[in-house]
């Protein structure tokens, strides 16, 4: 039998890993292609493909007065420096308008050019159905579950990064030691 890849009982429910693993490995086919299809709607707007994600998201962010570079990166869960660059691509395409923040003159504010907004409008004919083919197996409780599970998701995966560059700068026989505590810990914590 192989090592397990996981500890957590949760994500074991024969005592094995192999559901674990199918799941991973699902989960990354999926995740490819939506990042395919997200790459296809960038270059239909001659962008890539995270750069139509940002102006999407402006889009949808801006309301009145306009959406800030931090507001985003939290909305997209990406570093603001990050963001700023890919807003200076979408400024120089003319795709957005970016302008100095009223309230805090050290900030701006972002909003979606009449050319960008145009070209998403235009996008929708082929983004609303490839949308719907991408969930298109959910009912609307499967939707909503899944929803609120995968931003549950998002929070364990910045731990779990963390946790990788916890232990890539800790000595490697702590690692083991601490991997090796964890299951210990945890019992004793049941027990309790």
């Known amino acids: 039998m192989s090592r397990l890849t996981v500890s957590k009982p949760e994500l074991m429910p024969d005592g094995t890993d192999i559901r674990f693993r199918q799941f991973i490995h699902d989960f990354l086919a999926f995740s490819a292609r939506v990042d395919e299809c997200r790459a296809y709607f960038g ?58 923040n009223d309230v805090d003159r050290r900030r701006v504010l972002l909003t979606v050019t009449a050319k960008g907004r145009k070209m998403l ?12 083919a991408l969930f298109d197996c959910l009912s609307a409780d499967d939707f909503t579950r899944l929803s609120a599970i995968m931003a549950r998701l998002v929070g364990c995966g910045d731990h779990a990064v963390a946790m990788l560059t916890y232990m890539d700068a800790a000595p490697s026989d702590s690692r ?10 945890k019992k004793a914590a049941r027990a309790r």
């Open 43 to 100: 270059r239909r707007l001659g962008i890539s493909g995270i750069a139509y994600t940002t102006l999407i998201s402006i889009a949808h962010l801006e309301g009145e007065e306009g959406v800030g570079v931090s507001r985003i990166a939290e909305h997209l869960h990406l570093s603001g420096a990050f963001v700023t660059i890919e807003v200076a691509k979408l400024v120089k395409a003319g795709l957005v308008k970016k302008r100095t």
């Open 121 to 132: 409008d235009d996008l929708v004919s082929i983004q609303a159905p490839v949308n719907d």
């Open 176 to 185: 083991r030691v601490a991997a090796s505590e964890r299951p210990a810990r």
